[in-house]
């Protein structure tokens, strides 16, 4: 339309116009101008053409899940390449929307890059969401814990139907673009990460209580608290860690109904107890 109004006839080649049609039309007056509008053109055409290109980048671009455990659940994993591509890809894209060129295609950009920008706020709050249900997921599996801590158990029984739906849609259709398309995905992972925040800090607070009771359990990590912690009808499990809470204790010698009835040393000495200890009492 441009070249229309400069010669000041319509300009409509097809795939038989020749030079000599355009030279009758008389496009040799207006060259320069004309020029102007052909690398206008050619310029706006790369940047389309870039976007076109990114676009289809992703239609094959599938995550890569793996069942965990034996939690029923597949996780994400190899997140690398996708992260690269997803860096990339929001670089060239504001890069391509910085260009004096753009007006042409500048609101199917803009959506473009709005689009690369949610997917990464999704990745983060997937990825933020995933790992800390990785830790809790075993913890609130014990009845114990469970029983210790009501409110946090309640909160993570939120959390885990979430994450699990979420995941299970991934599994069904793993396509990048269509998993995170999924009906507020990035609201229920933010809702979810700060109920895990939650959790985290009660948790914490938790193990706190536990060793301002009993102080050697600073000796220990939160891992090895919660092992202990996590079943307290079986006092055997401090076995792994009695050495770490008592210098010169290596092991504990239970009787059959599970009361201690000596202490052995790192060098195999057993020490026999005046009278049996009960742990629960």
């Not at 229309?4 to 009758?24: F, H, K, N, Q």
């Not at 671009?61 to 994993?77: C, N, Q, R």
């Not at 809470?245 to 057993?270: P, W, Y």
Request: hydrophobic share 40%.
């Amino acid at each position: 339309q441009q070249m229309s109004d400069i010669v000041g006839t319509p300009i409509r080649p097809t795939e038989e116009s020749t030079l000599a049609d355009m030279l009758e039309l008389g496009i040799q007056k207006h060259v320069t101008k004309l020029q102007e509008i052909s690398v206008l053109a050619t310029k706006e055409y790369a940047l389309e053409k870039g976007l076109k290109k990114m676009q289809d980048e992703w239609q094959g671009v599938k995550f890569e899940l793996l069942p965990y455990k034996e939690t029923g659940v597949d996780i994400l994993t190899a997140l690398d390449d996708i992260q690269v591509m997803l860096d990339d890809h929001i670089l060239k894209t504001q890069t391509m929307r910085g260009s004096p060129f753009i007006k042409a295609i500048e609101q199917p950009m803009k959506l473009w890059e709005e689009k690369l920008l949610s997917l990464q706020d999704i990745l983060d709050a997937w990825i933020n969401c995933q790992s800390s249900w990785m830790y809790l997921e075993p913890i609130f599996g014990y009845e114990d814990i469970l029983k210790q801590m009501p409110v946090e158990g309640r909160k993570f029984v939120r959390v885990n139907k979430v994450f699990r739906e979420i995941m299970a849609k991934a599994k069904a259709q793993p396509l990048v673009l269509e998993a995170t398309e999924q009906s507020n995905i990035l609201e229920k992972l933010q809702e979810s990460n700060a109920l895990l925040d939650d959790i985290q800090r009660g948790l914490n607070d938790y193990l706190e209580k536990k060793r301002l009771v009993f102080p050697r359990f600073f000796f220990l990590s939160n891992d090895e608290l919660l092992e202990i912690l996590s079943e307290t009808k079986d006092p055997t499990r401090v076995q792994p860690h009695i050495k770490k809470c008592f210098e010169g204790i290596n092991r504990l010698q239970f009787t059959k109904s599970d009361h201690i009835s000596a202490i052995i040393s790192i060098q195999k000495e057993v020490v026999p107890l005046v009278t049996n200890i009960d742990p629960s009492e």
